[in-house]
């Protein structure tokens, strides 16, 4: 069975902090990691994956298969990160495609 | 271009009544998923279509709940029987071809909030 775990339900940091947004995962075979966002009033949206090692908006994650983690960070927060954030699993290679979420951590970037 | 829509945007009924929630693909995207979120939980699979066919409905929680994408475009999420404990957001999205990394994001609609009074 897959499981992603948030352990965070709330994160609460200064406009300018760092920001970690933690993400654990359970799974038997090869995953592939994806932090998903939802600002207010907006729809779900993918904000990075791990396979494209990329920097979005300024966040980065990198998936460490030893601690079974894909953390999400960011160096210096801004306001306009305030938002809902998903962490998500696919066992893709495996031929699953659904999407395992965990439940969410809700980012508030203090002014 | 147009994203991935759904309609109603809510949906209010009684317990006992069937409702029907529709979702449009993005135009192309061969694959389509249906998920719930109920409140203070992450979406919660349902239901995947690659084309017409039903390609794993592992995520359906009873025979209550049905859904059908006869012309592999749009697909219809049906429920009989509603139940309060089926009160929730249902989230439909889409992609192009999920076996491949580069084709296959998800792309969400905006939901439908369904409440079973």
């Known amino acids: 069975a897959q499981r992603v775990t948030q352990p965070e339900k709330l994160l609460s940091v200064f406009k300018g902090a760092p920001v970690e947004l933690k993400c654990n995962y359970s799974?038997?075979?090869?995953?592939?990691l994806f932090w998903y966002v939802q600002y207010s009033r907006q729809r779900l949206q993918l904000l990075l994956r791990?396979?494209s090692r990329e920097s979005i908006k300024g966040f980065t994650a990198d998936l460490n298969k030893g601690e079974t983690s894909f953390h999400l960070k960011k160096p210096f927060a801004q306001e306009e990160d305030s938002a809902m954030y998903y962490c998500?699993?696919?066992?893709?290679?495996?031929?699953?495609?659904?999407?395992?979420f965990g439940k969410g951590t809700k980012l508030s970037v203090i002014p | 271009g147009a994203g991935v829509s759904q309609t109603p945007s809510n949906k209010v009924t009684e317990k006992g009544k069937y409702v029907e929630l529709r979702c449009d693909p993005i135009s192309g995207h061969t694959a389509l998923y249906w998920y719930r979120q109920s409140l203070g939980q992450g979406p919660e699979f349902l239901i995947y279509f690659q084309g017409t066919g039903a390609a794993d409905d592992s995520g359906l929680p009873n025979d209550r709940f049905f859904a059908v994408r006869p012309e592999g475009s749009v697909s219809t999420l049906k429920i009989q029987r509603t139940e309060r404990g089926d009160s929730a957001v249902y989230l439909c999205?889409?992609?192009?071809?999920?076996?491949?990394?580069?084709?296959?994001?998800?792309?969400f609609g905006p939901g439908t909030r369904l409440t079973v009074l």
């Open positions: 998500a699993l696919s066992g893709r290679l495996a031929g699953s495609y659904q999407l395992t």
């Open positions: 999205a889409s992609s192009f071809d999920p076996g491949l990394a580069d084709t296959d994001t998800q792309y």
């Open positions: 799974y038997s075979g090869s995953p592939e």
């Open positions: 791990h396979i």
